[in-house]
């Protein structure tokens, strides 16, 4: 912005730099320095002038510059590793799915969520600048578009969270204290009664406060303590069932079982035409287990007589206590969990199904 306000080159090494380190931290920053490109049309003064094609350049060229170390390095040792779990199959959701995540983590509770989306839908029509107005917005709403049709195209089924989009954070609020300036000097008449800005930022506080103590209380998903208490109580030739797939990674880890490549091998047993089971061996204290995932549990894996670990989550849990002789042996909190959206319960319960013992569970409501 400084550069385009006064077209002192001087900006742009700096911008590259911030750029490059962001590349470096993490690489959901990729789009928001592609995307951000969209501000070159921003107008920062009414003596505008267009924007000289070599402050692009150099912007860019330090940009490139910076980052081409590590982009030659991943070329040159780049095994043909797949980025993403081929059985991962949850999807992206469609795109207002992923829009209203952002709204429900950046913006939480109704109330603040509401006066946002309000907000943003007015700002157009009160707009003193519509044009700069209308190119913070495209910029807000073009990431979560180009990601969506990326995915859709790609047929990618990796789960979209608003941390993804945490770059674009400043803008969405940018365009939030647009919105509330440009409705105040509409309505000058409102602003002797009610500070429209002042009343957002304390909502936005207190949404924001409310939420604090509960996620720094909670565990995020207690993988640890789960493991430690099989580990504690594995027996040779027990199984392990994990409903929950992509959290095979996470069980292993714990174990110490780590892949040799980005994604631990599976073995697919084929079931009918349609279903596969997904098997997972790993060694631990010289013995080898077997962690399995099926759409359903549990008979056929103790027609053997072996005992069977059951990994569930809150909905399954309550059908198994019901439906199920096996016997809940361990809770693991996991209340705020983020995947999609935070927070989602990503609680996890342990049961043991046993055909030649009849002992007693843990007495745990689950709610």
């Not at 962001?22 to 501000?39: A, D, E, G, V």
């Not at 157009?124 to 859709?152: A, T």
């Not at 195209?153 to 945490?166: A, C, D, E, G, Q």
């Not at 936005?204 to 996620?215: E, H, I, K, Q, V």
Request: proline letters at 5%; glycine letters at 4%; charged letters at 20%.
């Amino acid at each position: 912005m400084k550069h385009l306000k006064t077209s002192n080159k001087w900006y742009l090494p700096q911008v590259g730099l911030l750029f490059a380190i962001l590349f470096y931290t993490s690489y959901s920053s990729i789009p928001f320095i592609i995307l951000s490109q969209i501000l070159w049309l921003y107008q920062a003064n009414e003596g505008y002038k267009k924007t000289k094609f070599s402050s692009f350049l150099i912007l860019n060229g330090v940009v490139l510059f910076l980052c081409l170390p590590w982009i030659i390095f991943l070329a040159t040792n780049y095994k043909g590793d797949l980025p993403m779990d081929l059985f991962y199959n949850d999807g992206t959701g469609s795109f207002w799915f992923i829009l209203s995540g952002i709204f429900h983590d950046w913006v939480p509770y109704v109330p603040l969520t509401i006066a946002s989306v309000f907000l943003l839908i007015l700002l157009p029509f009160f707009s003193k600048d519509i044009r700069n107005d209308l190119i913070l917005l495209i910029l807000f709403l073009l990431p979560v578009g180009s990601l969506y049709v990326f995915c859709q195209l790609f047929h990618i089924n990796h789960f979209v969270s608003s941390r993804y989009f945490i770059s674009f954070l400043p803008f969405f609020l940018i365009i939030l204290y647009l919105s509330l300036e440009a409705i105040e000097f509409k309505f000058e008449k409102l602003k002797k009664l009610m500070r429209l800005k002042l009343l957002f930022v304390i909502l936005f506080m207190l949404s924001n406060l409310m939420t604090l103590p509960f996620y720094y209380r909670s565990e995020k998903q207690d993988v640890r303590g789960l493991v430690t208490y099989l580990k504690r109580n594995l027996q040779e030739g027990d199984k392990i069932f994990l409903e929950y797939d992509p959290l095979t990674t996470a069980v292993l880890h714990y174990f110490g079982a780590y892949p040799r490549y980005r994604h631990q091998p599976y073995t697919g047993k084929k079931i009918s035409e349609n279903e596969i089971e997904l098997q997972t061996p790993f060694v631990y204290r010289n013995r080898t287990f077997i962690i399995y995932h099926y759409k359903t549990c549990c008979d056929r894996y103790v027609a053997d007589g072996s005992r069977l670990w059951i990994i569930v989550g809150k909905t399954t849990a309550k059908k198994l206590r019901e439906s199920s002789p096996s016997v809940l042996k361990g809770y693991f909190d996991g209340s705020f969990l983020t995947i999609s959206r935070f927070p989602v319960d990503g609680s996890l319960f342990l049961f043991l199904l046993d055909p030649k013992s009849s002992e007693k569970g843990i007495d745990l409501p689950i709610e």
